[in-house]
């Protein structure tokens, strides 16, 4: 069963930066894709960011190009996503994901989901 655990989430100020770590667990997931979607009050979930496990491969939404960036730790089974500048319209429930089908993460919708982490951007 795949687990994915976020931390990190908080209020910030704008102009500010956070970092938000997902622990995975329950595969390997050196064939898989993990990344970050957000949920903002009253809109869709949409992508952020994702990483391809066996390239370290990166792809960013238009709104994060610039000023997040997401990494993946191979020993600890970690995908970190760190945002910079931040901005009042980065307020959402961030969510980690996962998926074995690479473009279901980058484009689709993904099977695994966290629980999610709160981002507030005050201005």
């Known amino acids: 069963q795949v687990q994915l655990v976020e931390s990190g989430g908080g209020l910030v100020q704008v102009g500010g930066s956070l970092r938000l770590s997902c622990a995975a667990s329950?595969?390997?997931?050196?064939?898989?894709?993990l990344g970050w979607f957000r949920q903002a009050p009253g809109k869709e979930r949409e992508f952020v960011a994702g990483?391809?496990?066996?390239?370290?491969?990166?792809h960013y939404a238009d709104s994060a190009k610039g000023r997040f960036t997401i990494s993946r730790d191979n020993v600890k089974s970690t995908v970190d996503l760190q945002m910079n500048n931040l901005k009042p319209e980065d307020t959402a429930v961030y969510y980690c994901?996962?998926?074995?089908?690479?473009?279901?993460?980058?484009?689709?919708?993904?099977?695994?989901w966290g629980q999610g982490t709160q981002v507030t951007v005050s201005s």
């Open positions: 990483i391809v496990w066996s390239d370290g491969s990166t």
């Open positions: 994901v996962a998926d074995p089908r690479i473009p279901a993460v980058l484009y689709g919708t993904p099977h695994y």
């Open positions: 329950g595969r390997t997931f050196t064939t898989y894709a």
